[in-house]
C-alpha cells in the first residue's frame, strides 16, 4: 500500500533553516508528481511547493519562492523541502502528497501523516 512518511520537523529560529524529507513506498515513486502542503493554525491546509516526476517543473507558492526549495531523488524514493529563512509564520505541520500523475497539475490521493515545524526565538 502506499506509504508517505516525514521527518526532518523540529524547532526552529526566525532566520534560521530546516530540511524536510518524505520517504515513500508502494508505488513506482518515479512516476508521480510530489507536493508539500502545510496546516497552518487557525487556517486550511496550504500549498507550499509541488514538483513533477521528471523535475522539470516546480512550483513554489508566494510565501515559499525565494526561501524554499523542493527536490527529489528517484533512486531514495524521497523528496525534500529545504526550507531556509524560516519566519514565524512558516510554523504548521507540514505534509507530503503523491500527486495521481506525472503533473503537479493533478490531484493528490496520497498524503503522509506530517511533521511538525515551529518557528519561534
Known amino acids: 500500500q502506499v506509504q508517505l512518511v516525514e521527518s526532518g520537523g523540529g524547532l526552529a529560529q526566525p532566520g534560521g533553516s530546516l530540511r524536510l524529507s518524505c520517504v515513500a513506498s508502494g508505488f513506482t515513486f518515479g512516476n508521480y508528481a510530489k507536493t508539500w502542503a502545510r496546516q497552518v493554525p487557525g487556517k486550511g491546509l496550504e500549498w507550499v511547493s509541488g514538483?513533477?516526476?521528471?523535475?522539470?517543473?516546480?512550483y513554489y507558492t508566494g510565501a515559499a519562492k525565494g526561501r524554499f526549495t523542493i527536490s527529489r531523488d528517484n533512486a531514495k524514493n524521497t523528496v525534500y523541502l529545504e526550507m531556509n529563512s524560516l519566519k514565524p509564520e512558516d510554523t504548521g505541520l507540514y505534509y507530503c502528497?503523491?500527486?495521481?500523475?506525472?503533473?503537479?497539475?493533478?490531484?493528490?490521493?496520497?498524503w503522509g501523516q506530517g511533521t511538525q515545524v515551529t518557528v519561534s526565538s
Open positions: 502528497a503523491k500527486h495521481l500523475t506525472n503533473s503537479i497539475a493533478s490531484g493528490m490521493d496520497s
Open positions: 514538483i513533477s516526476s521528471d523535475v522539470r517543473v516546480t
